[in-house]
């Protein structure tokens, strides 16, 4: 909301009772309507539903409408190549070059943007309090080589380990020629590579979720143990559904094997 007319808000009084030490000028921001530091939740609230860019259910949450791009996109994200991230970044399709002039000309059209226009600043409420305040790339590292750890390889572990006891179950039962289907060479190979891929992939996930249980944070073990699990998740699903066939509903493993090629390039 652009204050033209110095409306007083329901936080004025109270904008710059937490004001921090350094302040906005010291990032090159100047001209900027009243700055609110560090609200407590209430009178954020009041501030959200006083200048109508957001509404109160009747249950008691907030509810924004966020407009046309609400989507993550990875082509989307940038990082200034200098000296002191040359070396750290993995460069390419999804970790972008930007160069300092753009990042320049792209913090000037910000500061113009603020120009006359309130601003909310909740430093205190930084991940990691204050004192990581300029260190977000590190800390976004650092949360993602966490959650690759645990969601994404669990997941998909898990999916893995429903296919073969469904798999299992089904080549037990199943009979052509009244033999047990999983008596036949081909359907035992698939057997053989299910539980093969989901022992590896239930092994790692213990392992680097025990590393972080202990407080580390490997981010390259988590990348490829992310990038492997998911992967052999998609063969599991393949072979499940090679050895099911037509003869159940197999929607359950295409769905998966969906779901599991979008995680191979999303989530870091």
Request: hydrophobic content about 40%; proline content about 4%; charged content about 20%.
């Amino acid at each position: 909301m652009n204050n033209l007319f110095k409306i007083p808000t329901p936080a004025a009084a109270q904008a710059g009772v937490l004001k921090s030490d350094y302040g906005l000028e010291n990032h090159g921001f100047s001209g900027t309507g009243l700055v609110y530091w560090n609200l407590p939740t209430e009178a954020l609230v009041e501030e959200m539903l006083f200048r109508g860019e957001a509404k109160m259910s009747r249950h008691g949450p907030i509810v924004a409408t966020t407009g046309k791009l609400t989507g993550r996109s990875a082509s989307d994200k940038f990082v200034v190549r200098e000296a002191s991230t040359e070396d750290q970044i993995w460069w390419g399709q999804y970790n972008r070059p930007f160069n300092p002039e753009s990042f320049s000309a792209l913090h000037a059209r910000l500061c113009g943007y603020l120009q006359g226009r309130d601003v909310f600043v909740p430093a205190d409420f930084i991940i990691g309090g204050p004192k990581t305040a300029g260190q977000g790339w590190r800390m976004l590292v650092e949360q993602l080589s966490v959650g690759r750890c645990i969601s994404l390889p669990s997941s998909a572990t898990g999916g893995a380990k429903a296919a073969v006891f469904a798999t299992g179950a089904y080549a037990r039962i199943r009979r052509q020629f009244n033999t047990p289907v999983g008596r036949f060479e081909g359907v035992a190979e698939a057997i053989a590579r299910l539980a093969g891929h989901t022992y590896i992939m239930d092994a790692a996930r213990s392992v680097t979720a025990g590393a972080i249980d202990g407080g580390e944070k490997p981010s390259v073990p988590s990348a490829m143990l992310k990038y492997h699990c998911t992967e052999f998740g998609r063969v599991v699903a393949n072979d499940a559904m090679d050895v099911h066939g037509g003869k159940v509903d197999v929607a359950r493993y295409v769905k998966c094997h969906r779901d599991l090629t979008g995680a191979i390039v999303t989530a870091g």
